[in-house]
């Protein structure tokens, strides 16, 4: 055997580095995209409302809600990620996912998501047959947008925004406090205005390519979209409205009814930027607009004290 032909023999038989436990773990953590499950901050919704956060015993059973759902939604992106890998490889950003780089492989991602989901219903399970209920409708919501909603106009906005509602709803079947028609109705209604917020920055950043990334994008036009933004935002502020003119006697009635100011002023704020091309991930918005997170902390503000004082 030549000289050549011995060190290319040696070659294929040397074995191909395995990737490190650590990067696969770090890919897990990326695809489980931990900066969307900031979300889940939906949960302290209806108890807020309803004045329970205080008490030690809602904030362990809300701190339970929050890991149970952070691990179902990380599984249900693990397995997306799977699904959608060759679409992902064609996307200009969604490229750089892990399973579609590479970097996790699909099965890796099988057995992480599959992990995750069990994990978030066995945490459900500590909280009741309710919460296991609701958890369970949230992961169909989003199997089901994923597999079919989210090719079909409207419906993919609806989907969405029933997923928000889901997280907005469970927090009160965690603790146990009722949730009244107002509150249902401004989670609903709020959560179809960011939702097709989100879709009117998608067509502003992808221009002509918004299409081959998102399907539905070439259904809406700007001008639909801000149809859409206008119905929802009025159908919840008047909802607000009647909520705060329904306070309990026994709190601050005022203060409920001043916290309408700063929750209309953050809406025409946010379609102001939204109308300028400044769409995006809505939690990047309000951080990144020093008044649209005045306003936004003003409202926390208004609010808590209308409830709790």
């Given amino acids: 055997m030549t000289d050549d032909a011995y060190a290319a023999s040696a070659l294929r038989a040397k074995p191909r580095p395995r990737t490190s436990g650590r990067a696969v773990a770090g890919a897990i953590v990326r695809s489980a995209r931990p900066r969307q499950w900031v979300k889940n901050v939906l949960l302290l919704g209806a108890p807020a409302a309803a004045?329970?956060?205080?008490?030690?015993?809602?904030?362990?059973?809300?701190?339970?809600a929050f890991v149970a759902f952070c691990a179902a939604a990380a599984g249900g992106y693990?397995?997306?990620?799977?699904?959608?890998?060759e679409d992902d490889r064609r996307h200009p950003r969604k490229r750089t996912r892990p399973v579609a780089s590479g970097a996790l492989t699909e099965r890796a991602a099988v057995i992480a998501g599959i992990t995750l989901l069990i994990a978030g219903l066995a945490l459900a399970a500590a909280l009741g047959w309710a919460f296991v209920g609701i958890l369970l409708g949230y992961v169909a919501l989003t199997a089901?947008?994923?597999?079919?909603?989210?090719?079909?106009?409207v419906l993919d906005l609806a989907a969405v925004a029933g997923c928000h509602v889901a997280r907005a709803a469970a927090g009160g079947i965690?603790?146990?406090?009722?949730?009244?028609?107002?509150?249902?109705?401004?989670?609903?209604?709020?959560?179809?205005?960011?939702?097709?917020?989100?879709?009117?920055?998608?067509?502003?950043?992808?221009?002509?390519?918004?299409?081959?990334?998102?399907?539905?994008?070439?259904?809406y036009s700007?001008?639909?979209?801000?149809?859409?933004?206008?119905?929802?935002?009025?159908v919840a502020v008047t909802a607000y409205c009647?909520?705060?003119?329904?306070?309990?006697k026994e709190t601050w009635p005022?203060?409920?009814?001043?916290?309408?100011?700063?929750?209309v002023l953050f809406l025409l704020r946010y379609a102001l930027l939204l109308d300028q091309g400044r769409g995006g991930a809505p939690e990047d918005l309000v951080l990144a607009?020093?008044?649209?997170?005045?306003?936004?902390?003003?409202?926390?503000?208004?609010f808590a004290g209308a409830v709790y004082l």
């Fill in 222 to 234: 700007p001008t639909y979209l801000r149809h859409v933004l206008t119905m929802s935002s009025a």
């Fill in 78 to 85: 693990l397995l997306n990620d799977v699904r959608d890998a």
């Fill in 144 to 153: 089901t947008y994923s597999l079919a909603l989210r090719d079909v106009a």
């Fill in 254 to 263: 005022v203060l409920s009814q001043l916290s309408v100011v700063p929750l």
């Fill in 289 to 302: 607009d020093r008044v649209l997170f005045a306003l936004a902390a003003a409202w926390v503000a208004l």
């Fill in 51 to 64: 004045g329970v956060l205080a008490r030690p015993e809602a904030l362990g059973r809300l701190a339970v």
């Fill in 242 to 248: 009647l909520w705060s003119l329904d306070t309990p």
């Fill in 174 to 219: 965690a603790v146990a406090v009722p949730l009244s028609q107002w509150f249902l109705i401004v989670a609903s209604f709020g959560s179809l205005f960011v939702v097709a917020g989100k879709r009117l920055g998608d067509l502003a950043d992808l221009g002509e390519d918004a299409p081959s990334a998102r399907a539905t994008l070439a259904s």
